[in-house]
């Protein structure tokens, strides 16, 4: 079993730190260019980040004293793929559950997805990672929030939640402690504050590198908490209740939420520590705790890249959400604001479960609506869910036995919330002034009049703007032939006979699969023949069993007369009457004898046959055919021509030249000659006859000829 002192090096190979150091890209093919350079440059940052990083030995130490642990083996293309990611965090045991119930534990984890819960009846789990009790909040980063922070560089609306029943560990992973700053120095601070750390220090890093490019970023921080439905500025505590609003262009958005610039992670530090006490000063002055309210911590990240006269703006929202305790509020016995409390928890808990179950459904091909606008939380939310976001949710639990039912229904509702789909985007847009775009069309249109010229003819008129020469395919058009398109009058006949050739071969394949068609159908009327006879020797088994029974009752018969129990004449009258049916029986199986079923079938493939031999002789190959044997008998007429005439020509030069002007001679010398000549003439002449009438033949209509 794969322990976590394997961890790192599992990460590094996850995000291709030793195999393709030199290409990093390899391990994600089919990207887009941009964002393969996206991925190179997250890459190298994350390497540079893992070089510093202080505790990387400190995964194998701190694990190898576990018990039973299991590595993170995330695929590393998971994002490409998917865009929603559900993952399993346990918690170590407290002291109090150990106290009040000892080590027992109602969950036990079978692999790095797997997770078996031990009630009754057991249920087993699988998610994208089930991490453990032993893993820290630098690995759980590594795993979820490193990539996180590469989608929203590259673009993509992101969001982590986390669920779980009060005290399951949402702060202790979502926040961690931030009183001790980042992780340079504190090992327990969260998620967040190591995100935002990463999230500049990638910053930087695409600042350095696109320098000429004039890229510039714009952090924007918001903090709010929804208690009660409703929602309060977690960083201007003086405005509550703020409202959502909806916008074609902002979309969701809080209005009036205060938004502040953040340049570091240490600025971030300070808006999350000022939230926090914020939160804790609401919920002490409204007695009440705050793990009964979400939060959401929500940073937007704006890129601007200019480069030839183009801006690429670049934009992405990320979301930390800290879920209120999924536990049930109890609303027995409270009254007032307590009762009015519990029912808002429940609400916005509850309908955030039945957002997830529709859209799950919805995945399945139903039709639902989805009840976003139910509750404050999954209005806000609603892109990360279902919608244009890529998103991660942490469901926390906690393996003691003692909250055994609160953590099966937390597994519960991270599996359904694994069937969510959403449909990530990557927000960008292009903008950039009217002669640089001018100028860029211009290019284009020089390469697609290019491209054109090619496809045309191979010359490649860069400054021919027009459609001249038409579209490849349409007629008249020539085809672009190689690399080097070249194309000539030779190549043109050869295609020509080719494609003659093709005609040739399809007529063929038409016909052939004709056949097939016949043969088929030969094969069923054969097989329904079959069935026939069956039937028959069914009804003729039924007919012999008919004549036994009419014999067997004239035996019983006949015995009766013999004991004189019925005369002679009623004998002799039911013996008619049976023979009579028996000659029915014995007609019906005439009728259907088999020699008759034989010949029929024989009949059936005869007529089939000539079917099939005259739609050969009527279609395609016929034509064919027809066509080879003129043209042979064509070859065969100039031969014969060529023939003649250079006989005529030979027997003139064989005479002398005084000769040839004295008819007389000429007369005489052609007596002379003529055995030989007229006998040749004679059979060219037969076979010229011949040719002919052949080929008169083969134009007269096959019904109007005569029978030979
Ligand atoms: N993975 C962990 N490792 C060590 N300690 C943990 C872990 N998870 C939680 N804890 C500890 O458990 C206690 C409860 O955790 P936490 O406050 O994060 O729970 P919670 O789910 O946020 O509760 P609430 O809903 O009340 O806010 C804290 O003391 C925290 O430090």
Redesign the pocket.
Known sequence: MPFLSDTASAIKSRFGFHDHSSDPVRSTPGLPKSVAKEAVSAIRSIRDWNDDEDDDGKFSTSTASSNQSFEFREDPSFWKDHNVQVII????L?NTEISVQGYGKCIRQESCQTITWTGHPESRFTFDIV?D?N???EQ?FKVAGLAMVDNCMIGYNSCMF?Y??????????????IEGGTRRHSV?CGMTPRVFEYLFSRIQKEKEAGRDEKLKFVCKCSFLEIYNEQILDLLDPSSNNLQIREDIKKGVYVENLKEVEVTSARDVMQQLIQGAANRKVAATNMNR????SHSVFTCIIESKRECQGVTHHRFARLNLV????SERQKSSGAEGERLKEATNINKSLSTLGLVIMNLVNISNGKSLHVPYRDSKLTFLLQDSLGGNSKTIIIA?V?PSSCCSLETLSTLKFAQRAKFIKNNAIVNEDASGDVIAMKVQIQQLKKEVSHLRGLVNGGTGNQDNDTLAGGFPGSPGSFKWDGPNGSFSPFISSKRTSQKKDYEVALVGAFRREKDKDIALQALAAESQAALQLAKQREDEIQGLKMRLRFREAGIKRLEAVACGKISAETHLLKEKEEHLKEIEVLRAQVDRNQEVTRFAMENLRLKEEIRRLKSFYEEGEREIMNEQIMALQNKLLDALDWKLMHESELSNSNMPMEVQNDDNFLISNQEQASPWQSSIKEENEFLRMQAIQNQSEMDTPEETRPLP
């Open positions: 965090r346990i918690r170590p407290s991490a009790e893993v820290s909040q759980l986390a779980g029943q009060t005290g399951s560990g949402k702060t202790h992973t979502m926040l961690g402690d327990n705790a705050s793990s009964r800290d879920l209120a305790g926390n906690t």
